[in-house]
């Protein structure tokens, strides 16, 4: 079983695009921060996804992230939750830690932990036939998320050179 840590913004529009399923078909276990599920339940988020974490599958196992001694400076740039995935990654040494945030995955990469996003997330569905790229980056469309519409293209020609049909 692959060892998988994530951040909040995978699971945020994962939640909101109804797609975070493929997610226990993909890796069997996301192991989240405490701090991750913070963010996910605080009253900013959206309603859908503040429900979704409040009762979470079974397959979303909460964490104390490590203490990381002394407080480490590279990480001072980065958020609460990202700062307690990539430490959380470190100490489980995950195969895999889902962040979108450039900064965040840029320093887990230096930190040599392997990193995907959400994109990286909904392309690894697609290539297990979950699901069809168009249909997700349709729904991702309508959210705030931001995304190079160049990589959204190049992933689309990829899963139609893979012959994709309907899910």
Do not use: C
Request: charged content about 25%.
């Amino acid at each position: 079983m692959r060892v998988v840590v994530a951040d909040a913004t995978p699971l945020h529009y994962l939640i909101l695009i109804g797609a975070v399923q493929v997610l226990p078909r993909i890796f069997e276990k996301i192991h989240v921060p405490e701090e991750v599920r913070d963010e996910l339940v605080f009253h900013a988020a959206p309603p859908v996804v503040r429900n979704w974490m409040q009762q979470s599958p079974p397959w979303i196992e909460i964490l104390a992230a490590p203490v990381s001694i002394p407080q480490d400076p590279s990480l001072a740039a980065l958020d609460s939750g990202e700062r307690a995935a990539i430490i959380l990654a470190e100490s489980l040494r995950a195969d895999l830690l889902l962040i979108d945030d450039r900064a965040g995955a840029n320093l887990a990469v230096q930190r040599g932990l392997a990193v995907t996003g959400t994109l990286g997330v909904l392309e690894l569905a697609s290539r297990a036939k979950l699901l069809r790229l168009r249909d997700a980056f349709e729904r991702l469309q309508k959210t705030n998320f931001r995304y190079p519409p160049s990589l959204m293209e190049l992933l689309l020609q990829e899963e139609r050179a893979r012959g994709m049909k309907d899910v």
